[in-house]
T-cell receptor
Framework: QQPVQSPQAVILREGEDAVINCSSS?????VHWYRQKHGEAPVFLMI?????EQKGHEKISASFNEKKQQSSLYLTASQLSYSGTYFC????????????FGGGTRLMVKP | DSGVTQTPKHLITATGQRVTLRCSPR?????VYWYQQSLDQGLQFLIH???????AKGNILERFSAQQFPDLHSELNLSSLELGDSALYFC???????????FGPGTRLTVL
């Protein structure tokens, strides 16, 4: 069962902030975040490990609530280059440690 | 550039045909994963190989098969192709079986 991402799409103006959520019904080992531009390969952003770690990558950070099996990706002061589809991938011990991806969140940043 | 290479970049073929997609993992990576992404859809896991052995299978059709060779490159074979098989096929690699996966540029398959 794949994780659920919300929202499905979001439109921002340059400089605005956004939050993308990822929820799983299973206990998780880790959550992996990727960004994909249209027709290109998904690019790894960061990994969140069990333990509630919060990690950052420039102006993009994320958190992982182990109790709720939820992760959130925070994009602050968005730039045009942030446009794309964001996928969360979850790894769960009950899923054979495969990485299962959510349906994606389309982010469009306008000037 | 992730260091993962895939060939060919584009492939156009007819229904009923068979094709082979090739993937070379990053230097030092032992795991190779194959994913299918249909138009504007998510990433569907197909299969995982680790150091030549099959480790996990996802929603892979019986018409599809894969293998990983001693030099660690992998091939995904798709046979009896149908229109619905048209998609982007990505290969990803990681060092171990649970590490971060890095994706190749993909092969765009069009079945006419």
């Amino acid at each position: 069962q794949q994780p659920v991402q919300s929202p499905q799409a979001v439109i921002l103006r340059e400089g605005e902030d956004a939050v993308i959520n990822c929820s799983s019904s299973k206990a998780l080992y880790s959550v992996h975040w990727y960004r994909q531009k249209h027709g290109e390969a998904p690019v790894f952003l960061m990994i969140l490990l069990k333990g509630g770690e919060q990690k950052g990558h420039e102006k993009i950070s994320a958190s992982f609530n182990e109790k709720k099996q939820q992760s959130s990706l925070y994009l602050t002061a968005s730039q045009l280059s942030y446009s794309g589809t964001y996928f969360c991938g979850t790894r769960a011990p009950t899923a054979g440690n495969m990485l299962t991806f959510g349906g994606g969140t389309r982010l469009m940043v306008k000037p | 550039d992730s260091g993962v290479t895939q060939t060919p970049k584009h492939l156009i073929t007819a229904t009923g045909q068979r094709v082979t997609l090739r993937c070379s993992p990053r230097s030092g990576d032992l795991s190779v994963y194959w994913y299918q992404q249909s138009l504007d859809q998510g990433l569907q896991f197909l299969i995982h190989y680790y150091n030549g052995e099959e480790r996990a299978k996802g929603n892979i059709l019986e018409r599809f098969s894969a293998q990983q060779f001693p030099d660690l490159h992998s091939e995904l074979n798709l046979s009896s192709l149908e229109l619905g098989d048209s998609a982007l096929y990505f290969c990803a690699s990681s060092h171990g079986g649970t590490d971060t996966q890095y994706f190749g540029p993909g092969t765009r398959l069009t079945v006419l």
